[in-house]
């Protein structure tokens, strides 16, 4: 495998990391935009695998990578319109959007099982330094890349913004009952809830102080307040990170993307953003294009969620409230990308 030609080209993209190696698979642009997620579940442009030892991507990326990219990325709480943002900024011929990269999430696990809070391992920085070098590469120098992470990776966000000098960030986010309305509303999503904050079980305890005897809402409430929590203090720490109102993206589309792209350093002519939010992507499910699904489908949704489980929401409630003073719970996330800040524990 030539090296330089692996670290300057995104057509072999790393999907994993394997004890000591990394996996790499085939894509080309069209690949990239039609996987909606870079996880197990990528359409890659072949079939073909290759196989690289760590330790050679390693020496090869600081003898001759010294300067990081300056990546845009966009941070979430999952279930909140990451994806359907990510897919809205997705534009072929000038940008390249990463959604979810398997091997950035692996980053994120450990670092919450393992050390969060504490100093990062060398193993570990040294494969964030690789992994941010590669996902650096486009095929348009001059456009934006941005990566669109998802829940373990918000507990390496400052390792992120670190790593060059002009690192940008949306974290986007529901309020509280919006949620766990999002969360709670599928056998599904409740299984998420269960894996993903047991994977995350220490991380979640170092934030909040609390993560064990809990019930389902309980849990999905604690999760909501960990990523609160995080977000608050990188939005205290980073002014040029923006928060962004979930709701915002939904009930005005128009309006947020061109922020969204003016922010991420991209010049986007206004009928391209109307026919981004007129055309298919807002008409069906971002995660299953086959489903017709539209915000006033999600509102209806939403409604009729909140009868069933409504006694769920103020169990939830009640265990968030008897935190919010002692978790130091911001009554709003600052610095907001589009529209004023909002209360985080307004009923919806």
């Given at each position: 495998?030539?090296?330089?030609?692996?670290?300057?080209?995104?057509?072999?993209?790393?999907?994993?990391?394997?004890?000591?190696?990394?996996?790499?698979?085939?894509?080309?642009?069209?690949?990239?935009?039609?996987?909606?997620?870079?996880?197990?579940?990528?359409?890659?442009?072949?079939?073909?695998?290759?196989?690289?030892?760590?330790?050679?991507?390693?020496?090869?990326?600081?003898?001759?990578?010294?300067?990081?990219?300056?990546?845009?990325?966009?941070?979430?709480?999952?279930?909140?319109?990451?994806?359907?943002?990510?897919?809205?900024?997705?534009?072929?011929?000038?940008?390249?959007?990463?959604?979810?990269?398997?091997?950035?999430?692996?980053?994120?696990?450990?670092?919450?099982?393992?050390?969060?809070?504490?100093?990062?391992?060398?193993?570990?920085?040294?494969?964030?330094?690789?992994?941010?070098?590669?996902?650096?590469?486009?095929?348009?120098?001059?456009?934006?890349?941005?990566?669109?992470?998802?829940?373990?990776?918000?507990?390496?966000?400052?390792?992120?913004?670190?790593?060059?000098?002009?690192?940008?960030?949306?974290?986007?986010?529901?309020?509280?009952?919006?949620?766990?309305?999002?969360?709670?509303?599928?056998?599904?999503?409740?299984?998420?809830?269960?894996?993903?904050?047991?994977?995350?079980?220490?991380?979640?305890?170092?934030?909040?102080?609390?993560?064990?005897?809990?019930?389902?809402?309980?849990?999905?409430?604690?999760?909501?307040?960990?990523?609160?929590?995080?977000?608050?203090?990188?939005?205290?720490?980073?002014?040029?990170?923006?928060?962004?109102?979930?709701?915002?993206?939904?009930?005005?589309?128009?309006?947020?993307?061109?922020?969204?792209?003016?922010?991420?350093?991209?010049?986007?002519?206004?009928?391209?953003?109307?026919?981004?939010?007129?055309?298919?992507?807002?008409?069906?499910?971002?995660?299953?294009?086959?489903?017709?699904?539209?915000?006033?489908?999600?509102?209806?949704?939403?409604?009729?969620?909140?009868k069933e489980i409504g006694h769920e929401i103020e169990e939830a409630r009640?265990?968030?409230?008897?935190?919010?003073?002692?978790?130091?719970?911001?009554?709003?996330?600052?610095?907001?990308?589009?529209?004023?800040?909002?209360?985080?524990?307004?009923?919806?």
């Amino acid at each position: 495998m030539d090296l330089w030609h692996l670290f300057k080209h995104p057509d072999q993209f790393l999907m994993a990391f394997e004890g000591s190696d990394a996996i790499f698979v085939e894509m080309d642009r069209d690949a990239y935009h039609r996987s909606i997620f870079c996880d197990r579940r990528i359409s890659p442009a072949t079939g073909r695998q290759i196989k690289i030892q760590c330790a050679e991507l390693f020496e090869f990326n600081e003898q001759n990578f010294s300067q990081t990219p300056d990546l845009s990325y966009i941070f979430h709480m999952a279930h909140c319109g990451s994806t359907l943002l990510s897919r809205a900024l997705d534009i072929k011929e000038t940008n390249l959007v990463y959604r979810e990269p398997l091997a950035l999430r692996q980053l994120g696990v450990e670092a919450a099982s393992t050390f969060y809070g504490e100093v990062a391992p060398e193993s570990w920085r040294r494969r964030v330094n690789l992994i941010t070098t590669l996902l650096g590469r486009s095929y348009n120098q001059e456009g934006s890349v941005i990566v669109k992470a998802n829940v373990p990776v918000n507990f390496m966000i400052p390792q992120l913004l670190d790593a060059a000098t002009d690192v940008r960030g949306i974290l986007l986010y529901f309020t509280f009952e919006n949620y766990l309305l999002a969360i709670l509303k599928s056998p599904t999503h409740r299984g998420w809830i269960v894996n993903v904050a047991t994977e995350l079980n220490r991380g979640i305890g170092v934030v909040t102080k609390v993560r064990q005897n809990l019930t389902l809402p309980q849990v999905a409430a604690c999760l909501w307040l960990t990523q609160v929590i995080i977000f608050s203090e990188i939005l205290s720490s980073y002014p040029q990170v923006k928060s962004l109102h979930a709701e915002s993206l939904f009930n005005d589309p128009r309006h947020t993307l061109q922020h969204a792209f003016r922010y991420f350093g991209q010049t986007v002519d206004e009928s391209v953003v109307d026919k981004i939010v007129s055309g298919e992507l807002f008409s069906r499910y971002s995660k299953n294009p086959q489903r017709k699904f539209n915000n006033d489908a999600r509102l209806a949704q939403r409604r009729a969620i909140q009868k069933e489980i409504g006694h769920e929401i103020e169990e939830a409630r009640n265990w968030i409230e008897r935190q919010a003073g002692m978790r130091q719970l911001p009554k709003k996330l600052t610095s907001s990308l589009v529209g004023g800040s909002v209360d985080l524990l307004m009923p919806t």
